[in-house]
């Protein structure tokens, strides 16, 4: 069993910055990454950021890819989103997802799921 803790979230205006975290407890070291997902109302989970254990490899949506940068700290077993020039179209819940393989983007790939941090973006 692999436990996540998302925390970071909040409101901040348009083109503003937020630092999300995911703490992993557990059997982490089993798992293969690491991926980011974001939930609007209304709206579908989507996925936002991935990111390998080992390797640190990383890979984005498209919609924010140049403002968002997904990292980990292997001995802390936490992954970081730094969002940066957030817009009113960035908020939703964020969830951290763990999963053991195959494709980053679709949310039934992941085992495991935090309970998520709302982030809202407005003036």
């Known amino acids: 069993q692999v436990q996540l803790v998302e925390s970071g979230g909040g409101l901040v205006q348009p083109g503003g910055s937020l630092r999300l975290s995911c703490a992993a407890s557990g059997r982490t070291f089993s798992t293969y990454g690491m991926g980011w997902f974001r939930q609007a109302p209304g709206k579908e989970r989507e996925f936002v950021a991935g990111i390998t254990w080992s390797e640190g490899a990383t890979v984005y949506a498209n919609s924010v890819k140049g403002r968002f940068t997904i990292s980990r700290d292997n001995a802390k077993n936490t992954v970081y989103l730094q969002m940066n020039s957030l817009k009113p179209e960035d908020t939703a819940v964020y969830y951290c997802a763990a999963k053991y393989g195959g ?9 495991y799921w935090g309970q998520g941090t709302q982030v809202t973006v407005s003036s």
């Open 103 to 111: 494709s980053w983007y679709p949310a039934g790939t992941y085992a």
